[in-house]
C-alpha cells in the first residue's frame, strides 16, 4: 500500500538525518519530573523499559493519572516487559505471534510490508497495535481488566514494531541468521534486540539511566526538528481498518521499520552467516536502535495522550 515515493520519502528523512546538525531546543519534558526514575526501583536492560520511561515523560497530565490507576505508580515502565514475561504461560501461546510480522523481504533489493498479505486476520504486531488501542478506547466498554492487558500490550508492541528485525521475511526475523557478536555465537534478531543497545550501555556509563538521559537529550536537540514527522500518519483510506485514534499508525511504522532493511545499507550490507560482527557494526547502527526506541517513546504516549483526554 505504500509505493515508491514513500520508499523516497524514507530515503529522504533517512539521508537528513545522517547530515542534521544538533541545534538546540528548549526543553519538552517537565523538569521536576526527570528526578523521579532514579529514585524508582531497579529496572533491567532492556528497550522496552527505556521507551517506556520516554513515552513517560510526555505523556499529560489526563493520561498520566489514567495510566497510573489502571496499571499503578509504576506506570508504563512497569508493564513494559510483561508480554515476553508471559511467553511461557500456556493460556497466552495465542500472544506469540502478536510480537512481530513476516513481511516480504530479499534486501537490499526489495523489502516491502502489505496489510492484507503479511497479517491475515491482523494476527500480527500491527493488527495488535489496532486491537489494543481499540480496546482501551471509551466506546470499547472494555472491563478494567481487559484494558490493563491492553495497556501492557499495546505498551510492549509499539516498541516491537520499531525493532527491524521484528518487521522481517526471512530467517524468522533473523533469529535463524547465525553470527558471532564479538566471540559470543547468537543471531541477527538477539543482536537488535539487545547486543547493540547493551554495549551502547556499558559505552556511556554502564546503566539504562544513562541511555534513557542521552535518548531525552537527543530527542530535544538533534532529532527535535523530526519529531513532528514520527508523529505524523498519512490518511490509511483503503486499509479497511478504522482511523479509530489517528495517531495509532502501525502500518506506515511497519513499513519504516521494514524499510531499513533495504534502505539502510548498514543493517544487511556484507553481512554473511556466521560472520563476525562487532565495532564496525556497533557504531554503524546503534542510532538506529536509539532513534528506534525513541520513537517508539514518543509514538506510544500520542496514542495514550489522545485516548485519555
Ligand atoms: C510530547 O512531545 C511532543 C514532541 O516533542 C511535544 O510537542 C509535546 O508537547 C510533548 N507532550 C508532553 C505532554 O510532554
Ligand atoms: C485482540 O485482543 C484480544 C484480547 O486480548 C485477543 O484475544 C485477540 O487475539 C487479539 N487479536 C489481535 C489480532 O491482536
Ligand atoms: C459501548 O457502549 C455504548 C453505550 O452503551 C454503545 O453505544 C456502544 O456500541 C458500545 N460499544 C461497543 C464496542 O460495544
Redesign the pocket.
Known amino acids: 500500500m505504500f509505493g515508491n515515493s514513500m520508499k523516497v520519502l524514507f530515503a529522504l528523512l533517512a539521508s537528513c538525518l545522517l547530515f542534521a546538525a544538533p541545534i538546540l531546543a528548549e526543553s519538552?519534558?517537565?523538569t521536576g519530573r526527570r528526578h523521579h526514575f532514579s529514585e524508582d526501583r531497579l529496572w533491567g536492560f532492556d528497550g522496552h523499559e527505556i521507551s517506556a520511561w520516554i513515552a513517560t515523560?510526555?505523556?499529560?497530565a489526563a493520561a498520566t493519572q489514567a495510566v497510573e490507576t489502571l496499571v499503578g505508580p509504576g506506570g508504563l515502565p512497569s508493564i513494559a516487559t510483561w508480554a515476553d514475561n508471559i511467553k511461557g504461560d500456556s493460556k497466552y501461546k495465542w500472544a506469540s505471534e502478536l510480537h512481530y510480522v513476516t513481511t516480504l523481504d530479499n534486501p537490499p533489493t526489495s523489502c516491502s510490508f502489505q496489510m492484507s498479505r503479511d497479517c491475515p486476520r491482523k494476527n500480527c504486531v500491527v493488527g495488535a497495535v489496532y486491537n489494543y488501542t481499540e480496546q482501551l478506547t471509551e466506546d470499547y466498554n472494555g472491563s478494567t481488566k481487559t484494558r490493563q492487558e491492553a495497556l501492557k500490550f499495546l505498551t510492549h508492541f509499539v516498541q516491537d514494531l520499531h525493532n527491524p528485525m521484528h518487521v522481517y521475511g526471512k530467517d524468522r526475523g533473523g533469529n535463524d541468521f547465525p553470527v558471532y557478536w564479538y566471540s559470543t555465537k547468537t543471531n541477527m534478531h538477539s543482536i537488535w534486540d539487545s547486543r547493540i543497545l547493551v554495549r551502547h550501555m556499558d559505552d556511556i556509563g554502564g546503566d539504562a539511566e544513562s541511555y534513557l538521559s542521552l535518548a531525552l537529550h537527543r530527542?530535544e536537540t538533534e532529532w527535535?526538528h523530526e519529531?513532528a514527522n514520527w508523529l505524523y500518519c498519512p490518511r490509511r483510506d483503503g486499509s479497511g481498518v478504522p482511523l479509530l485514534v489517528p495517531t495509532a499508525c502501525p502500518e506506515f511504522w511497519a513499513s519504516q521499520a521494514n524499510s531499513a532493511h533495504c534502505d539502510l545499507p548498514d543493517v544487511w550490507g556484507g553481512v554473511k552467516p556466521n560472520d563476525k560482527l562487532g565495532d564496525d557494526y556497533y557504531f554503524d547502527n546503534r542510532d538506529t536502535v536509539m532513534r528506534g526506541i525513541a520513537m517508539a517513546g514518543?509514538r506510544l504516549?500520542a496514542i495514550l495522550?489522545e485516548i485519555f483526554v
Request: net charge positive.
Open positions: 519538552k519534558f517537565p515523560f510526555n505523556l499529560t530527542i527535535s519529531i514518543l504516549a495522550n
